[in-house]
């Protein structure tokens, strides 16, 4: 048995050159951003230029050479400073180009990846419809061929990178027909952008992710050459699902790095802090509260190492990618939670970071797969 | 253009630094390092100059074992190859020793250019530039926010209190470089995992010809004879506005001499 989670050089030089950006350039825009409810395209340029869009990417499309576990440590750094950042970089990434990576033709590869992996523009993938979230299946949009076209009508929910100054692509689910057996055949198609008849609508009014670009996603007649098909016609879903599984250890990244930046910023706060005489955290109610986030987030990155590790090992990760999705997004949203009431009012002001993580975290529990899709998962994963 | 970086790992400057009870140097062991930040700009420089001109980096280095870090980083950031001079004789050197020895490795190297950091934030000297100009008899150009390298001539724009001075000189030269001068990268992956494999080369005082008793804490021209700790930060002044603020805050100003 190998069994050792210690990060290798490389590795190691990675986090920290992360780690420095993100305390360098990332955090001191933060607040901005969030305020202000802008896209940090500045950042996002400095990001491409490090090549973080590249990390699990070859480098014959531009990447960089790395692997899904090298993303992950990035998005662990970025997360801890600011999880708007960080989503962008994970649907780039995993949602964005991984379909085009995974399932594109040679030309289709050639076309996208350069341009994506460079971060210089960005892809999104619309699976999620206004009827169909959890049961993605239920999609609604529509295909249908039409003289070497694919002619696409319908609409996208809550579609991640979908409407920045320098979004190119957007993949899309739709049913392109019926099965054999009588059931819905969906298919992805590649949707350039611009294309008469896409319209990414103004975006959401989030809760938090409030730098991260999020929009509903609408297709009239979108009209594109038959050879936009990504992947096997009739396999749009199942293939999804698959990329789904990869991203799930990304996300779950992400979680960890938002449960950890919960945790330094309260030993910080809690060495600081003083009430009844002493620094809060020689209270040992503060003190406690604060071990248990420590070890939440320490189980939740032992999670995703792992999951990482099989998964790169060419062996069954399903399983560990749902656990280490679940308890990050929980240890992100239990620490997000402790932390304000750690930093007491201060706590509840936007100017602090563990605020923006406490109305950031929530969604960790939901995208890429509610908390009980994971235990749905799992569930099925035992037999049961 | 061949152009010798200067890099050197310093405590983290983030981190409370403290000196040995003992023999009185800088406790280096039991703190984060990092690269001393000014040579961040150096080596950002240097390869800027490379990029446009061609030629080779090469990192040099005096320090412990774990100075390699540092080392790795700039060659994650472009640099070619590495020179590190690591000896346990080398321990407690001071400014002088110190440029002695750079210097003997700097006679085994081609170069067109030495560049280095206006500053170390440990130390602080702000002397390295200088010292190794003396040694090796070649120009120093000090403070610098723009260097422009044609040919066999270095010229550079030389920050002053009241604006700049354009300095040149021939090649081989040293140059002493300032935050203003760039904005370094951030290393890429790609570039972390070819590091890996870029030469680094390691000498001791014996392969560099340094001779021993030459350098160390013992032989230190310099001693450090006392040492206090930093007086804890005392209560600000307050000023309080009966009208006349402005004009206090200006007169306070003016007496550190800010303004
Ligand atoms: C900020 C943001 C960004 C997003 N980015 C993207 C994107 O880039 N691309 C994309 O395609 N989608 C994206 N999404 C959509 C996201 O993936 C979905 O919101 C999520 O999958 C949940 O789907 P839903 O909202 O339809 O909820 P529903 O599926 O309607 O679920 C509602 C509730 O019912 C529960 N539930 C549903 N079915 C079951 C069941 N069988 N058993 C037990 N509980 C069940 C769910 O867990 C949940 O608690 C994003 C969402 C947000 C908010
Ligand atoms: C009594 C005494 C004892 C000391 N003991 C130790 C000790 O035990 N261990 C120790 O590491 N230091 C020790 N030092 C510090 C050592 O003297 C410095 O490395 C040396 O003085 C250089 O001065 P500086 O760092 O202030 O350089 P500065 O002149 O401020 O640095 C300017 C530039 O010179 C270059 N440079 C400086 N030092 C190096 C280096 N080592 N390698 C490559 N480039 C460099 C960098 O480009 C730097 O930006 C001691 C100093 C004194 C006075």
């Not at chain 1, 309260?266 to 503060?286: C, D, L, N, T």
């Not at chain 1, 201060?346 to 923006?356: A, I, T």
Request: aromatic share 6%.
């Amino acid at each position: 048995m190998t069994l050792d989670t210690r990060l290798t050089d490389e590795q190691q030089q990675l986090r920290k050159t992360v780690e420095e950006f993100a305390r360098e350039v990332v955090a001191p825009a933060s607040y901005h951003h969030d305020r202000t409810k802008t896209f940090p395209y500045e950042v996002v340029k400095q990001m491409g230029e490090m090549g973080l869009f590249g990390l699990p990417f070859p480098e014959e499309y531009g990447g960089m050479g790395g692997d899904v576990f090298a993303l992950c440590l990035a998005l662990e750094e970025l997360g801890r400073a600011d999880q708007s950042v960080a989503i962008t970089l994970e649907a780039a990434c995993s949602l964005g180009a991984m379909p085009v990576y995974r399932f594109g033709t040679e030309e289709q590869k050639r076309t996208w990846l350069p341009q994506l992996t460079s971060g210089q523009a960005l892809g999104a993938f619309g699976l999620t419809e206004p009827g169909a979230g959890s049961d993605a299946g239920g999609t609604r949009t529509t295909a249908r061929l039409e003289d070497g076209e694919w002619v696409i009508n319908g609409n996208k929910a809550f579609i991640t990178n979908s409407g920045t100054d320098i979004t190119r692509l957007v993949t899309v689910t739709a049913v392109t027909g019926e099965t054999p057996a009588g059931k819905k055949e969906i298919s992805s198609i590649l949707v350039p952008v611009p294309t008469p008849g896409f319209t990414a609508e103004p975006p959401y009014d989030k809760v938090g992710w409030h730098a991260s670009d999020t929009h509903p996603l609408s297709f009239d007649d979108v009209r594109v050459p038959q050879q936009n098909l990504l992947g096997e016609r009739g396999r749009g879903y199942a293939n999804f699902l698959e990329i789904l599984d990869e991203g799930r250890i990304a996300i779950a990244a992400l979680s960890v790095g938002a449960a950890q930046g919960c945790v330094d910023e309260s030993v910080k706060y809690a060495k600081e802090r003083e009430a009844f005489g002493r620094p809060i955290g020689q209270h040992q109610a503060v003190a406690f509260k604060i071990a248990r986030m420590e070890a939440r987030a320490h189980v939740a990155r032992t999670a995703y190492y792992d999951a990482a590790a099989k998964m790169l090992a060419g062996l069954p990760f399903k399983k560990e990618a749902s656990i280490a999705k679940l308890v990050g997004g929980e240890a992100a949203m239990d620490n997000a939670r402790d932390a304000t009431q750690v930093h007491g009012g201060y706590g509840y002001m936007n100017e602090y970071l563990v605020s923006r993580h406490y109305r950031d975290s929530k969604i960790l529990e939901v995208g890429e797969g509610t908390t009980e899709v994971q235990l749905m998962l799992i569930a099925r994963d035992l037999g049961l | 253009m061949n152009i010798v970086v200067l890099v050197k790992q310093v405590p983290d400057t983030w981190a409370e630094r403290k000196l040995n009870e003992g023999d009185k140097t800088l406790d280096r062991a039991s703190v984060d390092v990092v690269m001393n930040e000014i040579d961040e700009y150096a080596v950002e420089e240097a390869l800027r100059i490379k990029e446009a001109q061609g030629g080779e980096v090469t990192i040099l280095t005096m320090g412990p074992e774990r100075a390699v870090e540092t080392i790795r980083k700039a060659l994650s950031m472009g640099a070619d190859k590495a020179v590190h001079l690591s000896d346990e004789a080398l321990k407690g050197s001071d400014a002088v020793q110190t440029s002695y020895a750079l210097g003997k490795v700097l006679e085994t190297l081609e170069y067109d250019l030495v560049i280095v950091g206006s500053e170390a934030t440990d130390s602080r000297m702000a002397t390295m530039g200088a010292l190794l100009s003396e040694r090796l008899g070649q120009p120093q150009l000090t403070g610098a926010r723009k260097v422009t390298a044609e040919g066999g001539t270095v010229t550079i724009e030389r920050q002053t209190d009241d604006g700049y001075a354009v300095v040149e000189a021939s090649t081989p030269a040293i140059i002493s470089v300032m935050e203003k001068i760039n904005e370094p990268r951030y290393p890429s992956f790609k570039g972390i995992m070819a590091a890996k494999s870029k030469p680094l080369t390691t000498l001791s005082v014996g392969d560099a010809g340094v001779d021993e008793g030459q350098v160390g804490l013992a032989a230190a021209p310099s001693q450090v004879v006392e040492f206090s700790n930093k007086p804890p930060r005392q209560a600000g002044q307050i000023v309080k506005d009966e009208g006349d603020g402005g004009t206090k805050i200006a007169e306070y100003l003016a007496s550190q001499k800010f303004v």
